[in-house]
């Protein structure tokens, strides 16, 4: 059963299409309606509908920008216009948007009907494509290239001195073009069912691939248990789609087949040799603790970009750094001890004093210095110092310090992770306090001003607040309008644009909402009191 949102103006025909629609027995679950394009948005973002059937000439905001809008919060959301003959041109222009159909005024009970039996069959393909066990089929030629250069960085090769040949093979590929600035960046993702197993195939590709071709250009494959997609372009396509092609597959793979989607994201490089790099940023993105309410990580939500650039280690280090990235003590402890049960004779201790301290101690502060501040580093370094001419000789003392150190590591980064949403939040509620008036301020713009990803910050001003980026913003300008209304000489048309509303309509039907009252109404009531 698909769940669907009617958003229309005009009350007669928006009446008569959620009351004459025997929604359930063509397979949806009517969820709710609006009378206007912001109540369609706040709607849409609140009870993420499966189909969202609106008129394209709405009030406040209009179908198309409406459907922009959508696809930020929730692009597996499908939308169908209803529109006027004189504006259908006008209405394919939002193909970009997932608009799934078009339809025009007026029309009838009958008709409506049949075209949701048609529309049905439309979702209904794309569930069972992206369900579908087809593997999906990459150029050869593309794959041999890319897969080496992610995986490894052509390490039986110098990368940097053979650079020329790299880009001249990359151009032959149509992975760079002549003339433009084309930008790179890494996904890495995971699907996981409700038991906690890995269920991730080949055939995910074919999955994710159906959504990344509506957004991005991408080279996807296969390795150990997961989807490893590289996503190329201008800076500037990739900044304003990476978000919403990530959260599309993320809410896809929830919807479809009712598993999680892990994803971890890198940052975007302009240097074609630098994959291997960002598939390291991508893995370690990967591996931080995510929140309840999303699944996706991007490296720069959680990670300075100054130790961007993390060394490989050998697995038992590498375990160890999960543990610290992830913030688990109790698994770093474990793992510590796992770890130097191996190391049962002379020989095999030689060699973990002389690599496992310095390398251990190297990767875990480099993961401090990127996530915690300073203080807490130095305060480690007080309580866990390294001194090889105490431990040197001492298998028993190694341990100490090296689980002592992981322990006390994961513990800081668990408690960053706590807080660091804390911050970031606190960011975005400052710049709604102090740029409200401006029109154009949305999730994205505070997003991008405090470096962090769209998805990521909509995410922690939920788990924060409990309300909704719309719901804080409407909040505080309402304060404001309520402060401004007092004083008689100021005209509504005034206070709307000094509280970032450009349409006074608008301005008067978001106050009312808030209200209760019109702002005449309420200037009129102050007048009187």
């Given at each position: 059963m698909y769940t669907v949102i009617v958003a229309d103006d005009e009350e007669e025909i928006r009446s008569a299409l959620v009351k004459t629609i025997d929604w359930n027995s063509l397979g949806f679950r009517l969820v709710g309606e609006a009378s206007n394009g912001a109540e369609a948005l706040d709607l849409t973002e609140k009870l993420c509908p499966d189909l969202l059937i609106t008129d394209i000439m709405m009030p406040f905001i209009g179908g198309i920008e409406l459907a922009r809008q959508v696809r930020e919060v929730r692009p597996s959301t499908q939308i169908v216009f209803l529109t006027g003959y004189e504006v259908f041109e006008y209405a394919k222009k939002a193909i970009q948007y997932n608009i799934i159909s078009y339809l025009l005024k007026p029309i009838s009970s009958e008709e409506m009907s049949h075209e949701l039996v048609k529309i049905r069959k439309m979702i209904d393909d794309k569930f069972d494509q992206f369900k579908s066990n087809e593997q999906a089929k990459e150029h050869l030629d593309t794959l041999s290239f890319v897969m080496p250069l992610v995986l490894d960085g052509y390490t039986h090769v110098n990368a940097v001195n053979n650079s020329g040949r790299i880009i001249s093979e990359a151009d032959k590929l149509g992975l760079v073009e002549p003339g433009v600035d084309i930008s790179y960046c890494i996904m890495v993702s995971s699907i996981i069912d409700d038991n906690g197993i890995n269920i991730t195939s080949k055939s995910s590709i074919n999955s994710f691939n159906l959504i990344l071709d509506k957004y991005l250009k991408h080279v996807s494959f296969f390795s150990d248990g997961r989807v490893v997609t590289l996503l190329y372009g201008t800076r500037r396509t990739l900044e304003k789609y990476i978000h919403i092609a990530v959260e599309d597959i993320a809410q896809s793979v929830r919807r479809i087949i009712d598993c999680a989607c892990f994803i971890g994201v890198s940052r975007t490089s302009d240097n074609i040799t630098n994959l291997h790099e960002l598939y390291v940023e991508a893995m370690n993105a990967l591996s931080y603790n995510y929140d309840e309410d999303g699944n996706v990580r991007y490296i720069s939500d959680v990670e300075n970009d100054v130790f961007s650039d993390i060394e490989r280690f050998e697995v038992f280090v590498a375990e160890e750094e999960r543990c610290v990235r992830g913030g688990l003590p109790d698994e770093a402890a474990k793992?510590?001890?796992?770890?130097?049960?191996?190391?049962?004779?002379?020989?095999?201790?030689?060699?973990?004093?002389?690599?496992?301290?310095?390398?251990?101690?190297?990767?875990?502060?480099?993961?401090?210095?990127?996530?915690?501040?300073?203080?807490?580093?130095?305060?480690?370094?007080?309580?866990?110092?390294?001194?090889?001419?105490?431990?040197?000789?001492?298998?028993?003392?190694?341990?100490?310090?090296?689980?002592?150190?992981?322990?006390?590591?994961?513990?800081?980064?668990?408690?960053?992770?706590?807080?660091?949403?804390?911050?970031?939040?606190?960011?975005?509620?400052?710049?709604?306090?102090?740029?409200?008036s401006d029109p154009d301020i949305s999730l994205v713009s505070v997003s991008r001003e405090i470096c962090v990803s769209p998805n990521y910050l909509s995410s922690i001003i939920r788990k924060e607040t409990g309300s909704t980026f719309i719901e804080l913003l409407t909040k505080r300008r309402m304060k404001t309008a309520e402060d401004l209304l007092q004083f008689p000489s100021i005209k509504v048309k005034d206070v709307a644009i000094k509280c970032g509303y450009e349409d006074q309509h608008y301005f008067s039907y978001s106050f009312k909402k808030a209200t209760g009252l019109s702002p005449i109404q309420y200037k009129k009531q102050l007048t009187e009191s």
């Open positions: 793992a510590a001890d796992e770890l130097f049960e191996q190391i049962d004779n002379v020989s095999r201790y030689k060699l973990s004093a002389n690599f496992i301290v310095p390398n251990l101690t190297s990767s875990v502060y480099k993961i401090l210095y990127a996530v915690v501040n300073k203080e807490q580093t130095d305060k480690l370094q007080e309580e866990c110092p390294l001194q090889m001419a105490d431990i040197s000789g001492n298998v028993q003392n190694i341990k100490e310090y090296c689980k002592k150190l992981c322990v006390m590591a994961a513990q800081l980064v668990e408690e960053q992770c706590k807080s660091s949403g804390s911050r970031h939040c606190k960011l975005a509620l400052d710049m709604i306090d102090k740029n409200f």
